[in-house]
């Protein structure tokens, strides 16, 4: 790079002034990602594997600097590994194509053939005019007209991408080819702006095809959630702006901000063993807001057990596993329809979307959240009345070409830059990959119910809320009984001197806390009123110390395929804590019992262990 008077550093290679004087290469065609913004990059992520593998080809990034979503974006750039060229450079280099999945900044400076992909699920929602010089969505500034933000006004905005108002310079396509999925776009297009019409290619939906290919791997996934077998993945999914279900004007049915009523029941109403909840949340929130800020946010939850997907990778993976998505008018929740998973929607704003696209269709097809509604009995109606047939007119709108997008787009491409595809190895797509293992990690209190439902052997149902307020008032006194679990992190320190049983995860040989023996015995001499210490060491088991000072390993039996039950091991241990709380003994419960959580039986070895000193 160099330092000139105007203070852009620019690039000197691969390309540059004197560029043929330092690379190696010297011949490549120059492939260009434009970038706006994280969204736009993902999109981008998705079909930069086409150029592989081919030393005809050098591929180049830059960032038109023109969203107002640009935190994130150097990082998301660095790790591709790419050479970065600044943007007053790049509007400067003449390339053989340059890629984009946005209409934002001076693309009509480009030196070279322009592809726009789009970087959701076709073009749907309406967006602002752009500025006539930088051509940036007025996504920020109120105008005397906008600052309402209703939706009436809304309705007045062109469709994003499909609108002359974005797609052309001086009455002139910005692109040479513009892609989209499925005819229907098309259509559209014809009626907005006939201008671009000729610019239009159907060449698939790369991010679908990724999905559809990686559906079989969903109980993959599931297990990489920690997703327990009978236990429900629910994914809380939200596009950006303010009518968005994290937005405070969403709720669908104009409800207005769900998100106070919504994040409290997630934890309050869900029993932790039986349902796992997740966040998608769209770049726009995560990079707006700032990554800091939504943690904060959303960290009541997050103690609870929620976890938030990353907005780069898992996402996919997410609504692959779900058994739900609650989401809005996103993309995330039309892919999940799509590929057959049941939705709920908790916000829709109507005249945030052009009436006549898909998105629009699903919000007039699927069903709603309100507030008066019991979460989980609407989740649950949502997921076990489920006909994926609602929604197979709509998915067949998701692209017309399924799992042909790579193809397509790698003959576009290659056709623009003018050589020959390569001979040697057929057109592909990044497979999705295997997210690393992620269970719930809660570290609020749980409130933890237990039933005793067989003494021979011992079988104990045992249903844990993370929100006290909403235990039953009248538990049955025969049958029924309730403690205390304090994870040893909790935020809310001053619970641990009246937990009934102390929680700690780690792993066995941990040399900050473990081993087990030494742990569980130091949490009793500390926490008088204790009556269980509970060491988690892995998916399947736990080591606990009763407060008469018995050791006591619990393991789940593996399943039929001999994987691991992956159940919290820590609700077998409020099993054995309500057993022994109702005067039965520890030899009674050896060599082995049954915890029932929901539906779902899990059969637990108990394995009693040699105490050890102190």
């Known amino acids: 790079m160099t330092g000139e008077a105007t203070g852009v550093v620019r690039l000197r290679v691969p390309v540059g002034g004197d560029a043929e004087r330092w690379v190696t290469r010297a011949g490549c065609r120059r492939v260009l990602l434009v970038v706006h913004n994280v969204t736009s990059a993902t999109r981008l992520l998705d079909v930069l594997p086409l150029f592989d593998g081919d030393l005809r080809v050098q591929v180049l990034a830059t960032c038109t600097g023109s969203s107002p979503y640009l935190a994130g974006v150097p990082e998301l750039l660095a790790s591709t590994g790419l050479p970065v060229l600044p943007w007053e450079q790049a509007k400067e280099t003449p390339v053989d194509l340059a890629i984009s999945a946005s209409y934002g900044g001076q693309l009509h400076f480009l030196k070279g053939k322009l592809v726009i992909l789009s970087h959701g699920i076709g073009y749907n929602k309406r967006l602002a005019t752009p500025d006539a010089g930088r051509r940036t969505p007025d996504a920020g500034r109120r105008t005397p007209d906008a600052g309402h933000r209703t939706p009436r006004h809304q309705a007045q905005a062109p469709v994003f991408g499909l609108s002359p108002d974005w797609l052309l310079h001086k009455g002139r396509p910005l692109a040479s080819a513009t892609v989209l999925s499925h005819p229907e776009q098309l259509e559209r297009l014809r009626d907005a702006c006939p201008e671009a019409a000729p610019t239009a290619v159907l060449a698939g939906d790369p991010c679908y095809d990724r999905v559809l290919d990686a559906l079989p791997d969903r109980e ?68 707006g807001h700032g990554p800091g800020q939504v943690r904060a946010w959303l960290d009541r939850a997050r103690r609870a057990g929620l976890t938030l997907i990353d907005p780069l990778e898992g996402w996919r993976q997410a609504l692959i596993a779900a058994d739900c998505v609650l989401g809005d008018h996103g993309s995330v929740t039309f892919y999940a329809a799509s590929a057959g998973v049941p939705v709920l929607l908790g916000a829709f704003p109507d005249g945030d979307l052009d009436p006549g696209s898909p998105v629009a269709a699903l919000g007039r097809t699927a069903p709603e959240l309100r507030p008066h509604d019991s979460l989980r009995a609407r989740l649950d109606q949502v997921i076990d009345q489920h006909d994926p047939r609602r929604y197979a007119e709509l998915a067949a709108q998701t692209t017309s070409s399924p799992g042909q997008s790579a193809v397509l787009l790698r003959r576009l491409f290659y056709g623009l830059v003018g050589i020959p595809e390569p001979e040697d190895h057929p057109a592909l797509l990044e497979r999705l990959p295997l997210p690393p293992y992620e269970p719930a990690e809660r570290t609020a209190p749980l409130r933890a119910l237990t039933r005793l439902i067989g003494a021979d052997p011992p079988e104990i149902a045992v249903t844990r809320h993370t929100d006290a307020a909403y235990e039953p008032e009248n538990p049955d006194a025969d049958s029924d009984a309730a403690h205390t679990v304090v994870h040893e992190d909790t935020r809310n320190s001053g619970r641990l001197s009246v937990a009934d049983v102390i929680v700690r995860y780690a792993a066995e040989d941990d040399p900050r806390v473990g081993p087990p023996a030494a742990w569980t015995a130091d949490v009793l001499a500390r926490h008088p009123y204790c009556g269980l210490a509970v060491y988690v060491c892995g998916p399947d088991r736990c080591t606990v110390r009763t407060r008469d000072g018995d050791l006591v390993r619990l393991t789940a039996a593996p399943d039929e395929d001999g994987r691991a039950d992956l159940c919290d091991p820590a609700a077998y241990a409020s099993a054995l804590f309500a057993w022994l709380g109702r005067g039965k003994s520890l030899g009674e419960a050896a060599p082995g019992m049954v915890v029932v959580t929901g539906t779902t039986r899990h059969r637990i070895a108990v394995e009693p262990l040699t105490p050890a000193p102190g």
């Open 220 to 287: 993959r996934f599931r297990r990489a959630l920690g997703v327990a077998s009978g236990q429900r993945l629910i994914v809380v999914s939200s596009t950006w702006s303010p009518r968005a279900l994290f937005g405070d004007e969403g709720g669908a049915g104009g409800n207005g901000d769900l998100l106070p009523w919504l994040l409290p029941r997630l934890a309050a109403e869900l029993p932790a063993d039986e349902y796992r909840t997740v966040a998608v949340l769209h770049p726009n929130i995560w990079f």
